[in-house]
């Protein structure tokens, strides 16, 4: 499936070397103003400018929104709101060794045996380039949340053993400078998320919020609260460190939870010729917090 949500219902559409990636966002209230510059400085965050280690592409590609409905004014109208984003740095001749090929560590393999063929050209639908426009739809879901006091800040907290901010980049490039990737950690927080919001028992928040971050490229695995290093932990300690969430239900303090996203496989050292992110979780942050705000907005309205 491409949607995602009920009452804010999100169709993502496009391929990485196609014309075009985009979307479509119903169930936006009529009346909520739009913040274009927003949107543009989030999807320069998702681009990792002025980052170390990022791809040449991602630095390249304009990613220009184009309008196509649904605002009028910079403000929504209430009907369907529909986004198109060109691929203007596409180069799917950089991929013609590929028909024949599966990258590993890529969906390569299994798109073609569950559909019987494939996009070969940059992994298709399974590329990060689809990314861009779920920051463009969580952007507006961060609007119209910000207006109810509710605000997401998403942080790379580690990369690789690292954990000193200040360090980030040095190991970044050490890893770049080799032709190989490595892994990061990514936190995110939501402030002034109101006591209740999540449906047990098969819509729990901490479910919810983990079927979103599951879904982004990359992500290997979630955590809320203390998470796995739990299992190290004497029950009275863990029952003070819930992460906002019991029980399903957020209890009204700030909930934490944190995504960790594996190395591009990708890499010279692997032999992969192409552009590549020497660690796609510092892009991951804008994505993470998008997400977010759609999963919220369909919670609580």
Same mark, same amino acid.
């Given at each position: 499936?491409?949607?995602?949500?009920?009452?804010?219902?999100?169709?993502?559409?496009?391929?990485?070397?196609?014309?075009?990636?985009?979307?479509?966002?119903?169930? /936006?209230? #009529? +009346?909520?103003?739009?913040?274009?510059?927003?949107?543009?400085?989030?999807?320069?965050? *998702? =681009?990792?400018?002025? @980052?170390?280690?990022?791809?040449?592409?991602?630095?390249?590609?304009?990613?220009?929104?184009?309008?196509?409905?649904?605002?009028?004014?910079?403000?929504?109208?209430?009907?369907?709101?529909?986004?198109?984003?060109?691929?203007?740095?596409?180069?799917?001749?950089?991929?013609?060794?590929?028909?024949?090929?599966?990258?590993?560590?890529?969906?390569?393999?299994?798109?073609?045996?569950?559909?019987?063929?494939?996009?070969?050209?940059?992994?298709?639908?399974?590329?990060?380039?689809?990314?861009?426009?779920? /920051?463009? #739809? +969580?952007?507006?879901?961060?609007?119209?949340?910000?207006?109810?006091?509710?605000?997401? *800040? =998403?942080?790379?907290? @580690?990369?690789?053993?690292?954990?000193?901010?200040?360090?980030?980049?040095?190991?970044?490039?050490?890893?770049?400078?080799?032709?190989?990737?490595?892994?990061?950690?990514?936190?995110?927080?939501?402030?002034?998320?109101?006591?209740?919001?999540?449906?047990?028992?098969?819509?729990?928040?901490?479910?919810?919020?983990?079927?979103?971050?599951?879904?982004?490229?990359?992500?290997?695995?979630?955590?809320?609260?203390?998470?796995?290093?739990?299992?190290?932990?004497?029950?009275?300690?863990?029952?003070?460190?819930?992460?906002?969430?019991?029980?399903?239900?957020?209890?009204?303090?700030?909930?934490?939870?944190?995504?960790?996203?594996?190395?591009?496989?990708?890499?010279?050292?692997?032999?992969?010729?192409?552009?590549?992110?020497?660690?796609?979780?510092?892009?991951?942050?804008?994505?993470?917090?998008?997400?977010?705000?759609?999963?919220?907005?369909?919670?609580?309205?």
């Amino acid at each position: 499936m491409n949607t995602f949500g009920d009452k804010w219902s999100f169709t993502s559409f496009g391929e990485s070397h196609g014309a075009a990636i985009g979307g479509v966002l119903d169930g /936006v209230p #009529a +009346g909520l103003p739009i913040d274009f510059a927003m949107i543009r400085a989030e999807l320069e965050r *998702r =681009a990792g400018k002025g @980052q170390t280690g990022v791809s040449a592409r991602a630095l390249r590609e304009p990613d220009e929104v184009e309008w196509l409905s649904g605002v009028l004014d910079s403000v929504s109208l209430g009907t369907p709101i529909a986004f198109l984003i060109r691929n203007k740095d596409a180069r799917p001749e950089d991929y013609e060794a590929l028909k024949h090929t599966y990258r590993v560590g890529h969906a390569d393999k299994a798109y073609e045996l569950k559909y019987g063929i494939r996009d070969y050209r940059g992994g298709g639908r399974a590329s990060a380039r689809e990314t861009a426009a779920r /920051v463009v #739809a +969580g952007c507006i879901a961060k609007q119209d949340l910000a207006a109810k006091g509710v605000t997401i *800040r =998403a942080a790379l907290v @580690q990369v690789g053993a690292e954990t000193n901010p200040e360090k980030f980049a040095e190991t970044i490039e050490s890893f770049r400078r080799e032709g190989d990737s490595i892994g990061g950690i990514v936190e995110c927080r939501i402030h002034g998320l109101p006591a209740g919001t999540g449906e047990p028992i098969f819509n729990k928040l901490q479910a919810e919020l983990a079927f979103a971050m599951m879904s982004i490229n990359a992500c290997k695995g979630f955590e809320y609260g203390t998470g796995f290093a739990g299992v190290t932990q004497a029950g009275s300690v863990i029952n003070a460190i819930s992460g906002g969430i019991s029980g399903g239900i957020s209890d009204g303090t700030e909930v934490v939870f944190r995504c960790v996203f594996k190395p591009t496989p990708s890499t010279p050292k692997a032999g992969v010729k192409g552009r590549h992110d020497a660690c796609v979780a510092t892009r991951a942050v804008p994505v993470v917090e998008a997400m977010t705000a759609l999963t919220l907005v369909n919670l609580i309205g």
